[in-house]
């Protein structure tokens, strides 16, 4: 096994070197169905009905044709089914997040069918071929999805899951099927060969009625990127801005390599792009923790805490439960996230006016975070504040792993950065108040300076502390008078 990891290791790094884009041919049979659906015996995708007894056995396949395979299986016409495709295989085996998706699944609707394609063969070649191969698989799996619609089984029940080229085959499938599926959720879909690709052979939005898509290992050039960067689906979820996500980066990953020995090389893989079925499982088995992400131009802007707004369906929630928003372009949604699941975080947007004296300018400045409240607090997290510079604003996002519940009080600190920037006096700002605005639940606060009317901020200083402003009460006051005036009457607030 050990090799073998090491091999995958080789691999993915030389293919993705060496990748064209897939847009060269295109065959006539990507346009037309017929004919295509009488003579099943060139089927090689094997679709096993799991179960919640041994969700890691194959012990039931249904068999396209075979009608008999529908009650031999024990499949439940009158609940909903998943279909799970796995993606590139490098020993030729299931990998273990499998049978987790599996579980959980079932997990969370018990009376669900739960399908596997097993595709292990086609896609335990090399990965330019197995790339290929999408779109043989996609066939059978549409074949696979036409044949249900027969028996007349309604496709508004049916969920297609996608992982890395398997996300491919659900997309190349929803062309091909008769009528869309209700839905398909891309996990981390492959990049090479699929970034420049054209719509018909990789996932995209009309391949199902909502498509819904995490992006979890973006990291480099969209030709070397392991996940495809472009979105893709209705909603295209960045979490952690889609690079890197939180306890897969290198160090961690040498770290676990060292203490599990060699076998643990491929987590260097497939530790972020896996994450993206990691995720969907937290979803499903994690209701109370639901993951909120939120519509961005940029992750930029995002780590700056602008676009924590819920109006218009600007954010929404992250797996299972995504309330199904078609619009009419693919919107960017981001979030971040913990390095273990739960994976849920509190995010917020706090906002400063930096006043001084003097003349100010810094960047990249080391700030950590403490945050107080009604249910919990979380201290010293910390974040890097790009551009901070005399009377003028700034915005950061802040993101708590544990409920804080209503903020009552917050500390700012501004971390010395090198041994140099105090020898030469200590650089300061004043601060009147905070604004923070929660993303979960949309609450709007002012903190005023805890001590006297203003706060020193310095640098390699002590921290600055703020509570939660009588303002608030006038500002609320104001919101509902100016509501009073929208509504017209008193009156019909009183019984609202
Ligand atoms: C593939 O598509 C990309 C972007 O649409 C385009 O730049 C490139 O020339 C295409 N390649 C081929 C071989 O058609
Ligand atoms: C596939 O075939 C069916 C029935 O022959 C037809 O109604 C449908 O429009 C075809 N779909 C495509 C994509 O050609
Ligand atoms: C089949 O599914 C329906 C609806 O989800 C459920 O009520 C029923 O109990 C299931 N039947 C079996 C045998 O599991
Ligand atoms: C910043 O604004 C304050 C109050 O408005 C003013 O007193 C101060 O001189 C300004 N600082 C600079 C450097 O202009
Ligand atoms: C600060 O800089 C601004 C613009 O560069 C200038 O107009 C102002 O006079 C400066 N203030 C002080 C106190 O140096």
Redesign the pocket.
Known sequence: MGKENLWLLVIWISLIKSCE?L??TTESVFYSNTTLYEDHSDIETRFSLRTSEEPDEDVCYLVIGKEATISECRFNASSQTFVIIHGWSVSGLFESWVYKLVTALYEREPSANVIVVDWLDRASQHYPTSAENTRLVGKDVARFVNWLEDLEYPLERLHLLGYSLGAHVAGVAGNLMNHKVNRITGLDPAGPRFE?AEDLRRLSPDDANFVDVLHTNIRGTPDLSIGIQRPVGHVDIYPNGGAVQPGCTLQNTMKLIASFGINNMDQLVKCSHERSVHLFIDSLVNQQHQSMAFRCSSKEAFYKGLCLSCRKNRCNKLGYGVNKIRTSRSAKMYLKTRELMPYKVFHYQVKVHVFSQKNLSVVEQPMQVSLYGTHGEQEGISITVPTMSTNSTISFLVAADVEIGDLLMVKLKWERDSYLSTLFGKNEFIIRRLRIKSGETQSKLIFSAKEEEFAHLTQGGEEAVFVKSKENQESRRQARLHRLKMHGSFFNQATE
Do not use: A, F, G, Q
Request: a neutral charge; hydrophobic letters at 0%; proline letters at 25%.
């Open positions: 884009p847009n060269t420049h």
